[in-house]
């Protein structure tokens, strides 16, 4: 699906006369019609958060960190959410319920 999109997008160049991709949006949208849809369901994304919690725990306690040290996380604030949610909730415009919006 990539090189389907890729080859769809119209290169021109911009002010900084670097290259812009000027139709990205309408690409998407056309592409996805003919595709299930590539992205996780809550149920789904609150899974992978909870094998992430896992592997951060035993991580964590393998390497323990020291008093002045601090662990960061890098990822979407979705994957976030589930991370610290109490769950899957379609009723909640985010997708989580009892979660942690940073």
């Not at 951060?56 to 976030?80: G, R």
């Amino acid at each position: 699906m990539q090189a389907e999109i890729f080859s769809q997008l119209k290169i021109t160049h911009g002010e900084d006369f670097g290259p812009h991709h000027t139709n990205v949006t309408e690409v998407l949208q056309e592409t996805m019609k003919n595709h299930p849809s590539p992205w996780e369901n809550w149920e789904a994304l609150w899974q992978r958060g909870n094998v992430i919690k896992k592997f951060l725990k035993s991580n964590l306690v393998s390497n323990p960190v020291q008093a002045d040290e601090k662990i960061a996380i890098v990822c979407h604030s979705h994957l976030i959410a589930a991370i610290t949610s109490d769950g899957p909730d379609y009723k909640e415009r985010r997708g989580f319920s009892g979660f942690y919006w940073t």
